[in-house]
């Protein structure tokens, strides 16, 4: 096994809080802190260069947000996987850094572990959602398009449901192809017809979907 340990990018406009992440992250053994923002841009810029592994992003931050930042840094670094970090528990946050791309929400009220767990996940090219944000993630989804979901469900095919809850979890169409053995042309007809039949137009709803349906268990 690598004994390689994961590069992670803190950007947190608080100087007392980017000192406990960086403490918290130095002491794990399989990670460590390689740069630290203080502002979005400075975040974004910092990703191009160092290509971290993980970029934990506050969402409130002067000059650019973590919003704007995530957006940025997906442009010019796709491959870093951004962790949003927040006090935030509206939907309308999460629904938004998500679309930005982020591959993971952790509010700042929750343990220490939840942080370290969330950054090994996501790094592990897999989606990490809070507990505490799950239920709003749910409200979401059944508020929104849950009762057209459910009314369809019964005419999505098992290999479908199964590319829908790979892309949930933060899976390329090129990994999902490899992981099941089929193309990448017959994935992307799988997710297309899935999404039809649900009623789901992006990759949010289809994350809101598989929450709801119990497909995102943090495992």
């Known amino acids: 096994m690598s004994s390689r340990k994961l590069r992670v990018l803190l950007a947190e406009d608080h100087l007392t809080v980017r000192d406990g992440l960086k403490r918290l992250v130095n002491e794990q053994a399989d990670m460590e802190v390689v740069a630290e923002a203080g502002d979005g841009r400075e975040a974004a810029r910092l990703a191009q260069e160092l290509q971290p592994d993980v970029a934990v992003m506050d969402i409130s931050m002067p000059g650019w947000d973590g919003l704007k930042a995530t957006q940025k840094l997906k442009e010019t670094c796709p491959q870093v996987r951004v962790l949003a970090l927040t006090r935030h528990h509206d ?96 994935v992307e007809a799988h997710k297309a017809n899935g999404m039809l039949k649900l009623g789901l137009n992006t990759r949010m709803d289809i994350v809101s979907y598989a929450i709801f349906r119990g497909w995102m268990k943090n495992t």
């Open 91 to 186: 939907h309308g946050f999460l629904t938004e850094m998500l679309r930005a791309g982020a591959a993971g929400y952790v509010l700042k009220q929750s343990a220490s572990d939840e942080l370290i767990r969330a950054v090994r996940v996501v790094a592990a090219g897999q989606c990490y959602l809070d507990p505490s944000v799950t239920a709003t993630a749910v409200r979401g989804y059944a508020g929104g398009r849950g009762g057209k979901g459910a009314e369809a469900k019964a005419s999505v095919t098992e290999r479908e449901e199964e590319v829908l809850r790979l892309i949930a979890l933060g899976y390329s169409n090129k990994e999902i192809a490899a992981r099941l053995a089929v193309s990448v042309k017959t």
